[in-house]
């Protein structure tokens, strides 16, 4: 069986009051998963999807994301590793309003050095397989919640990067354009796209997610296989 694609092994983060942010975590996810984290506010949500991003360090423990120990990382390495190992997208999209659909969806690419033909040619790829090409030269302020959402799926995916992490990417949507995002990572997973997701939304989790982890005061209470997934 192939390595997990991120392993945490006993990691605690612990702040400089209060209890720990997360306490003794182990966790492992393999490629090709859709792992909905779940839990209430406070119960180490963000701290976890943080660590695994390399935007925070733990106190205690190790964190390993598709072979490297991130936690070991300088400053620079650790953007090194955001830029081509994970694709993120968050609540509230995160694009440049006075940039175009298109050149949002490059700077991730331009910030790797990736040569500017081979770039555009991505672009244009991933916003005709989720369906707003025809917007690739409109600003982000002329679209809806799903279609600016759908742009930032496409930034987060253009450097092909082997895992994505999502936090809360319906909470700022309405009922439509949520289910909409869901159908897209329902989508991407079924493509093999390795995707963390965290989210308030059960019915985000248990739509799209192959697996779902539920946290409580920085531990893991729960951890289940997706009916019908």
């Given amino acids: 069986m192939a390595a997990p694609i991120i392993r945490l092994r006993e990691v605690s983060k612990t702040y400089d009051v209060g209890r720990p942010a997360l306490a003794g975590l182990n966790l492992e996810v393999r490629a090709g998963e859709a792992v909905a984290v779940l839990g209430r506010s406070g119960s180490g949500k963000s701290t976890l999807l943080n660590m695994i991003a390399g935007l925070d360090r733990p106190s205690d423990g190790s964190v390993t994301v598709d072979g490297?120990?991130?936690?070991?990382?300088?400053?620079?390495?650790?953007?090194?590793?955001?830029?081509?190992r994970i694709g993120m997208i968050f609540q509230f999209f995160n694009l440049l309003d006075d940039l175009s659909v298109t050149d949002n969806v490059l700077l991730p690419a331009q910030l790797a050095g990736t040569p500017p033909a081979a770039s555009r040619a991505r672009a244009?790829?991933?916003?005709?397989?989720?369906?707003?090409l025809r917007h690739a030269h409109v600003f982000p302020g002329r679209l809806s919640g799903g279609e600016r959402q759908r742009v930032a799926v496409a930034r987060a995916l253009v450097n092909r990067p082997p895992l994505l992490l999502a936090d809360e990417p319906t909470g700022a949507l309405d009922r439509?354009?949520?289910?909409?995002?869901?159908?897209?990572?329902?989508?991407?997973?079924?493509n093999g796209q390795t995707?963390?997701?965290?989210?308030?939304?059960?019915?985000?989790?248990?739509?799209?997610?192959?697996?779902?982890i539920e946290l409580a005061d920085g531990a893991v209470i729960r951890d289940v296989q997706t009916a019908g997934r």
């Fill in 68 to 84: 490297v120990r991130i936690d070991e990382l300088s400053e620079a390495a650790s953007a090194r590793y955001r830029r081509h």
């Fill in 124 to 132: 244009a790829e991933l916003l005709e397989f989720l369906g707003i």
């Fill in 176 to 190: 439509a354009s949520a289910e909409d995002v869901t159908q897209l990572l329902t989508r991407l997973n079924q």
């Fill in 195 to 212: 995707i963390l997701l965290v989210t308030h939304d059960t019915t985000l989790a248990e739509s799209c997610a192959t697996r779902t």
